[in-house]
């Protein structure tokens, strides 16, 4: 009888842990691995219009040059949250040398940063308003829906940095 009342309390002991595991394991996933410290924005839904933004840029061939040194690129990835993940981004900056930048941008002839060049060869260069964006792209957000421009409209604004003299 004491032997079947501690097998017993084994088994309840080890559902309860279970639970409680199973409890810690929803929750990290509700908050999407956030913790103290954690730097990261808002978890973004699929509805979300940024995502959404973002996914139809990449997907319609946009490309966003930037530099990790750069404020306005840090700006601009701060202005589309976690959604900025699935934007396509080509870093530019040589780590430890601000005055030279990679092959493919070279190649690309990127004179500032940022600078979004889209799939019609169109670029805007500065930092843009999401809604800005949308419309060169064609995309949808917000209340905007976009139609890529037929005539390039290319647009150079300096937005600072050792590269733009």
């Known amino acids: 009888m004491a032997q079947d009342k501690r097998k017993l309390g084994i088994r309840i002991l080890v559902i309860a842990a279970m639970i409680l595991a199973l409890g810690a394991f929803v929750v990290i996933k509700i908050r999407g691995g956030e913790g103290p410290g954690d730097d990261r924005v808002t978890p973004v839904s699929a509805t979300d219009?940024?995502?959404?933004?973002?996914q139809c840029l990449t997907d319609k061939g946009a490309k966003m040059y930037g530099a990790s040194w750069c404020p306005h690129c840090a700006q601009q990835k701060k202005d589309f949250g976690a959604?900025?993940?699935s934007v396509t981004y080509?870093?530019?900056a040589i780590p430890g040398d601000n005055s030279q930048q990679t092959q493919i941008?070279?190649?690309n002839n990127i004179k500032g940063y940022p600078t979004w060049r889209f799939a019609d060869g169109t670029e805007k260069t500065g930092e843009q308003t999401l809604e800005d964006l949308a419309s060169a792209a064609g995309c949808k957000y917000g209340s905007v829906t976009?139609?890529?421009?037929?005539?390039p409209t290319n647009v150079n604004v300096s937005a600072g940095g050792p590269l733009a003299k």
């Open 49 to 54: 219009d940024k995502a959404i933004l973002a």
């Open 83 to 85: 959604a900025f993940k």
């Open 90 to 92: 080509v870093e530019c």
């Open 105 to 107: 941008c070279k190649d």
């Open 146 to 151: 976009g139609a890529a421009p037929a005539v």
